[in-house]
Every structure is written in structure tokens, then in C-alpha cells.
């Protein structure tokens, strides 16, 4: 099993671009998750889906969309970028319960300047 | 609203020394709590869960224990080593979609 794999490593992006976070994993988990990390700080929820075709917002949505059209991806979308938006983008999946933990991406740090 | 708050920010050990990192959180009623391992520049790699019903959980030189009614948990490191440098996080999950709520972590260095 790959986990959970996510693309690109590395962005930089103009303010006012979009672009698309892939996150895809292969252990069949039904629920995902999109984080973002500030530098020195926590993890703070973006998106979470606890399904295909379900999803719902975080603690920090403002400037992303995400769509759950199968089990194994979870695309984030930034649109129109702002330099808010600069950090490390996690992405992360487990079972439904609460004996299962959330495994993480490697993560994409993304730069808007 | 549930808040994830770990005490110290950083923790520089001497080789060998056992220690204890801290995390608080203000409302008990969690599903869960895990404690992470993050490397410069690296995703994170789950150490430890412990559900909401139990009190402690251990993997090697790692235990970590819960006290749900006072909104504590510790992560014990046994004989420190250098390649135990990294910082530590805790996150927790308030609900069934099980999303995680962290803290802003420990960073530790073990000195050799």
C-alpha cells in the first residue's frame, strides 16, 4: 500500500491563480481530511468527507472547495490564491471509529506571493 | 468550543533522561486523543491513540496516558535518544466524523 499520496511536493503560486491539491489513498478509508499547517503552529482543519459524494466544512474553509467523487480521492481546490493562503497542505484518511487513526500525506508546501 | 494547548513549546534532554510532554484540553467530551511525531519537513506519523475509555496506551519506549475528567494527557519517553528529536503533537476528535482538533505542539531536542 502507497497510503496516502499527495501532489505536487511543492508549489508556487502569483496571488489571483488557482490550483488543484490531489490527495488520493489506497486503503479504502471513508473518511479524509484536508489540514493546513502554519509555520510554528497546530494543524487546522480545512475539509473533511466522511464519504463519496459527502463533505463538509472545516474550522478554516474561506478559499477552498473540495468534491469526493470516489472513496480513494480528495482534490482541495484554491481558487483565486491570496497570500493568507501560503503553508503546508496535509491530507489525511482513517476508518470510521474511534479505534482507528488518521494516517498522513507527505504534504505540499504551497507559496503564493 | 474545544481548545488543544501543549506545555512546554520546546524541551532540550540530555541523552538517556526520560521525560514528559504535556497536553491539556478544555472540553472532556472527546472520542479519542492521539499523539504525533513530525520531522522538519515532513508530514506526521501517529505514535499512539487512546480512546475515550481507556487510560493509557503504550508502543516501545512510548506510554501515553489519558485523564479525561481533568482534560489532561501525558506522552512519556523512556531513556531519550537523539533520534527522538522532532516535535511532538497531540490532536483530539470531539465528534463521530472524528476530525482532529491539535495543539500547537512540543519541539524536543535529545542532545547527545
New interface residues.
Partial sequence: NAGVTQTPKFRILKIGQSMTLQCTQDMNHN?M?W?RQDP??????IY?S?GAGIT?K?EVPNGYNVSRSTTEDFPLRLELAAPSQTSVY?C?S?Y????????????TRLTVT | KQEVTQIPAALSVPEGENLVLNCSFTDSAIYNLQWFRQDPGKGLTSLLLIQSSQREQTSGRLNASLDKSSGRSTLYIAASQPGDSATYLCAVSTDSSYKLIFGSGTRLLVRP
Avoid at chain 1, 40 to 45: T, Y
Fill in positions: 473518511y481530511y489540514y510554528g503552529m497546530g494543524l487546522k482543519l473533511y466522511v463538509d472545516g496535509f489525511a482513517s470510521k471509529g474511534a479505534v482507528y487513526e488518521q494516517y498522513f500525506g507527505p504534504g
